[in-house]
């Protein structure tokens, strides 16, 4: 599996640092939105501090969307894909591996963020903490839900479709994710929310790398 | 797109296909390596039926569409070890180094792909195909945009595949059987929908 896995680590860091822009884009676009709202809705601490779990969730959310385009694009164009589905080693792996490294790459960078955005809504410290592990456990799964959208409607024009589909599929983790924040702000225990993201990262883990994988042959065919 | 179609390929040998623009060249190799699934009928490797070799399959094939499969962002040299990598094959360094040399691309290991040209890329592509060490190649139109030299190199590169005991279908509308080994060629005119015959499959 981790012989599987590392080369195409490497190969999806590598390709991220000379395209830094993809990977930065959905960086940008989470700041920028999570910026806006407080300047929208005025300085009122007990509002922003009220909307603030839900819309760092939301930019998070839109934030993987717009990175999912190309997560398959450029690989069905170049042939790659052509030549990942001949491989001899397990394609769910390859799948899984190279979902893995677009979360890497394009999520990662969201958590280090979002402290900052949480600050700008005044939530506190343990709130942030809570959010920080709520995205941690949360995006992978945006992720894994976005990879089988993208797989789904790769080659078609246009991404209004893919948010269609995964948008849906998502509510649950924003309910999840923001729930917890907003629950240790109430001073509430987080513990269920956190575990409920838990398990639907799980059930994605084990089912969306097969999905994905059937979706992407067809899509090759 | 097109049917009545019914060959086999002996170890050693090389079928040329033939045929016009949308005659189903391109499927057909497709349907080899098992990326489209017949409407009807079947394809058999050692007699039985591809679909239910997956990996095994996988493991002997090496098929080169008219994509080259590599990526423009990065180096000859990434592009080539990922696709070794992919393809299961562990292939020396000094073999590789031989390989691009002879390919006329020893020197540019370190630019990354899209700096190359057409040529150089398909060249690149065939060195995936020479290194990955498969008994059955499917090329699809592996000269095009190929230099006189590099299909010389080709002819080089086919014919000791063969004398290897390996198996080739490719699809181009030059002469291979000319200056390399001596080849089978596969019309795919005339087997639209209105045919229902066995294909001419002459030396």
């Given amino acids: 599996m981790l012989a599987t896995a ?8 590598r390709t991220a640092a000379r395209r830094p822009m993809d990977a930065l884009g959905a960086l940008l676009f989470f700041v920028v939105v999570g910026s806006v709202f407080p300047l929208a809705v005025g300085p009122d601490a007990a509002l922003l501090a009220a909307i603030g779990p ?19 694009l450029p690989d069905l164009e170049d042939g790659v894909l052509e030549q990942l589905l001949l491989s001899p080693r397990p394609f769910a792996g390859i799948v899984g591996a190279r979902i893995a490294a677009h979360w890497l790459v394009s999520c990662l960078p969201l958590l280090a963020a979002a402290p900052l955005l949480g600050l700008q809504f005044g939530l506190t410290a343990p709130a ?23 797989a789904l409607t790769l080659g078609l024009r246009g991404n209004v479709l893919l948010a269609l589909i995964v948008l849906p599929m998502c ?23 956190l575990s409920l993201l838990g398990a639907c990262l799980l059930v994605a883990v084990c089912l969306c790398p097969w999905a994905v994988g059937a979706a992407l042959r067809l899509a090759v065919e | 797109m097109f049917d009545g179609l019914s060959f086999d390929v002996a170890p050693g040998e090389v079928v040329q296909v033939r045929g016009a623009n949308g005659s189903g060249k391109s499927s057909l190799l497709r349907l080899l390596c098992g990326l489209l699934p017949p409407a009807a009928g079947e394809v058999q490797w050692r007699r039985r039926r591809i679909g239910t070799r997956g990996a095994e399959l996988a493991a002997q094939i090496a098929y080169m569409g008219h994509a080259g499969g590599m990526s ?15 393809a299961g094959s562990a292939s020396a360094d000094a073999a590789c180094r031989e390989v691009l040399q002879r390919l006329q691309l020893a020197g540019r290991e370190d630019e990354p792909l899209r700096h190359l040209s057409q040529g150089q890329q398909r060249r690149l592509s065939l060195a995936r195909v020479l290194l990955s060490g498969r008994a059955l190649w499917l090329l699809d139109e592996p000269c095009a945009g190929l ?8 002819d080089a590169f086919l014919a000791e595949h063969v004398r290897r005991g390996g198996t080739a279908v490719v699809t181009t509308h030059r002469d291979i059987g000319r200056n390399g080994p001596g080849a089978h060629t596969l019309d795919m005119n005339g087997l639209g929908h209105a045919g229902d015959r066995d294909p001419d499959l002459r030396p």
Avoid: K
């Fill in chain 2, 72 to 86: 423009g962002d990065l180096t000859v040299r990434e592009n080539l070890r990922f696709a070794l990598h992919a």
């Fill in chain 1, 171 to 193: 509510v649950p983790v924003l309910i999840f994710g923001s729930g917890a924040v907003a629950a240790s702000q109430q001073g509430l225990p987080v513990e269920p929310h």
């Fill in chain 1, 128 to 150: 942030i903490g809570v959010l920080l592990l709520s995205l941690l456990l949360g995006t992978p799964t945006l992720v894994l839900l976005g990879a089988l959208g993208a």
């Fill in chain 1, 54 to 72: 839900g819309v760092v969730w939301v930019a998070a959310l839109l934030a993987v969307m717009i990175s999912l385009h190309r997560l398959f």
């Fill in chain 2, 147 to 154: 230099d006189a030299e590099g299909e010389a190199s080709f």
């Fill in chain 1, 6 to 13: 590392i080369p195409i680590f490497g190969r999806e860091l």
